[in-house]
């Protein structure tokens, strides 16, 4: 071998290396953004803006955060450990839109279907215009029947109980006992077709109990029990051992508890013993309990394009719908405090990154009322859970930005 040929063969040896050592830096995050991140949780904890915080962080598969921060019991001095159980709320939704779409990929259902193909209960619907003299509801006929596609996007006209919606809709539906615990979706949502719709199908983004109907769809088109089909089909797969709608005595020492920040400093506990016993209510919506451990596995399956440790829960097509823009052409984005969002099937969207702390355009993500927040980054492969039990809506919303700057912001 000449000498030049031999130079040659060092250089492409030596360049190759300083490629492989730029893309196994690369597949790490930062640890001075890791440790701003633990920092911060720790001052809110250690300031009584939070009782106690879990966040979990993997990039590329690999969990490179998983910490612990306060108390998941504040009154007994109880440490928050990373196996604590919570109170997920809204971070069920992607979960039951992952069941629907299982359903999806067997070919039971189109995006396009009227809901009352599958739900006869919802057909004819009528749409709220106003109200009478009375005070009865004033209403027009809707212009077209929901489809599927509007109720995992929430344009449907469907619309939430107080305090999330407001007015006469939403009163008719805790009239009806709408999302209460004791009765099942069977019960509950065919009585929906009796309750106006709040707006015309298609025309506007309103966050809403749809998901509790998808759920609810789920039965209908599996003939089980909505609980059954997400065990068997989502979480004993997974190995999501802790995620369920109640929390089993043996387990209920790990639930943590949630609070509210009193006038007077510190913290008031604010929840109650329903998330212990069995619910009649499967919430589609809002109903499961579980850890950031198990819910990392659900999202890393979502960033693997449907399969996690060689089990395919969905297909990359169906997983891909799930992270696409699903709302009516006429809709450029949803409520103001998700700046730079549309929406897919379940998920928020980022779809500028500019709006939204840096966040790569195409991060879907959700959280739940107590404040637990997670996102899945396709573009760096992050995902990050973070699980808080915290009634103050506004300091949720801004610790999730705080977060999402601490992580992408240079």
């Known amino acids: ?15 190759a290396t300083l490629i492989l050592s730029s893309s196994l830096v690369a597949a790490e995050i930062e ?22 915080v879990v966040a979990m962080v993997a990039k590329n598969g690999k969990v490179q955060m998983n910490q612990a921060f306060g ?18 709320f809204s971070m069920t939704k992607p979960v039951t839109g992952t069941a629907l779409m299982i359903l999806h990929d067997e070919g039971k259902f189109q995006l396009s279907d009227p809901v009352e193909k599958y739900i006869p209960e919802l057909a004819n619907l009528q749409v709220f215009t106003g109200e009478n003299a009375d005070g009865s509801m004033a209403t027009e006929a809707a212009d077209h029947p929901m489809t599927i596609r509007e109720l995992v996007s929430h344009t449907g006209g469907l619309m939430y109980v107080p305090p999330l919606s407001s007015g006469p809709v939403a009163s008719a539906y805790i ?25 015309q199908p298609g025309t506007q983004w309103v966050y809403s109990i749809s998901v509790d109907v998808q759920g609810y769809l789920v039965e209908v088109l599996s003939g089980q029990p909505f609980d059954v089909f997400l065990k068997e089909r989502i979480f004993d797969p997974l190995g999501m051992v802790d995620t369920s709608f109640y929390v089993t005595s043996d387990k209920a ?4 508890r949630q609070y509210m920040p009193a006038q007077e400093g510190g913290l008031t506990r604010t929840d109650t013993g329903a998330f ?16 950031a451990s198990d819910y990392m596995k659900f999202a890393q399956m979502h960033l693997n394009g449907g399969i996690l440790n060689g089990t395919r829960i969905l297909s990359e097509d169906a997983v891909q719908i799930m992270r ?9 984005g949803i409520a103001n405090i998700y700046p730079g969002n549309v929406f897919g099937v379940d998920f928020a969207i980022v779809d500028d990154s500019a709006k939204f702390n840096g966040a790569p355009k195409g991060t879907h993500w959700w959280w739940g009322i107590a404040g ?8 760096e492969n992050v995902v990050f859970v973070g699980m808080i039990q915290n009634d103050d809506i506004l300091y949720s919303i801004q610790l999730h930005g705080a977060m999402r700057n601490l992580m992408y912001k240079p």
Do not use: C
């Not at 001075?32 to 720790?42: E, F, H, K, P, V």
């Not at 108390?71 to 997920?88: C, G, L």
């Not at 637990?372 to 573009?379: A, E, K, L, T, Y």
């Open 1 to 15: 071998m000449s000498r030049f040929h031999y130079s040659v063969r060092l250089t492409l040896a030596f360049l």
């Open 31 to 52: 640890q001075s953004r890791l440790d701003a991140i633990a920092a911060d949780l720790q001052a809110r904890v250690d300031a009584g803006k939070l009782s106690g």
């Open 71 to 88: 108390y998941q019991n504040v009154e007994d001095k109880v440490p928050m450990t990373t196996d604590s159980i919570f109170r997920i």
């Open 175 to 199: 009239k009806a006992g709408i999302l209460g615990r004791d009765t099942t979706l069977a019960q509950q949502i065919p009585k929906l077709g009796d309750i106006p719709l709040g707006y």
């Open 253 to 256: 020492s790990r639930l943590a």
């Open 276 to 291: 212990l016993q069995k619910p009649a209510f499967f919430s589609g919506g809002g109903g499961l309990t579980s850890t």
């Open 324 to 332: 696409s823009n699903q709302l009516p052409v006429n809709l450029s």
């Open 372 to 379: 637990s927040w997670f996102w899945i980054d396709p573009v």
